[in-house]
């Protein structure tokens, strides 16, 4: 066997190796690949959808789909009821937002609390808004509850002069489960509801 003959056949060799060694590294990626992707598709299959939510009362909000029994469906019925309650304005009636958070005996006492304070809303002009609130649930007794702490601010017009003041407040509400799939999963069964100004804060 000549020279030649044998340098084209150890070229042939290199070739095939170079050829086999870009296989296996081919088939290695795609493999890795495989196991990426499967990996990042079972992640995705655990995360919580994103939906967009319209309510009945035309209200529009980006959330989480979440079990009904969570505690974050629970947390989201509480804000929600706890703004529909304080978050008013003197010369605007919140009824349509109380109807659709509160069931009818629930109704009946965030009802009383509006009436009992709208003659001095409509007197000082008040403008009433949440500005933080934290939410913690229990079960009594069997039932949800849950508890709404924070801080309310109001602004309005004291004596021909204007005002702004920032008061502590807990909303402790008896959640009750909807009956039907139109409705919020849990709804306000019953209500307390104290306040207090911030002694820290100037009138």
Avoid at 72 to 90: E, I, Q, S, T
Avoid at 143 to 168: C, E, M, S, T, W
């Amino acid at each position: 066997m000549t020279e030649v003959q044998q340098n084209d056949m150890y070229q042939i060799v290199q070739k095939d190796r170079k050829t086999f060694g870009r296989l296996i590294v081919l088939h290695i990626l795609c493999v890795f690949s495989l196991i990426a992707g499967l990996s990042f598709a079972c992640l995705y299959m655990k995360m919580p959808d994103r939906v967009i939510v319209m309510a009945r009362d035309h209200s529009v909000y980006l959330g989480n789909s979440s079990p009904l029994d969570s505690e974050r469906v629970l947390h989201n019925a509480a804000l929600r009821a706890a703004d529909a309650l304080l978050c008013r304005r003197y010369d605007v009636e919140n009824d349509r937002a109380v109807n659709f958070v509160f069931t009818r005996r629930g109704q009946g006492q965030a009802k009383s609390y509006l009436n009992d304070t709208q003659e001095m809303f409509e007197e000082r002009q008040i403008f009433q808004a949440i500005e933080s609130a934290s939410v913690e649930t229990a079960v009594l007794g069997g039932r949800q509850h849950a508890l709404v702490k924070g801080i309310l601010v109001r602004q309005g017009v004291y004596f021909g002069h204007p005002y702004r003041q920032k008061r502590d407040f807990a909303l402790m509400m008896r959640m009750e489960k909807s009956q039907s799939d139109l409705e919020l999963p849990y709804k306000v069964a019953g209500m307390r509801f104290y306040e207090e100004e911030r002694t820290d804060e100037p009138r």
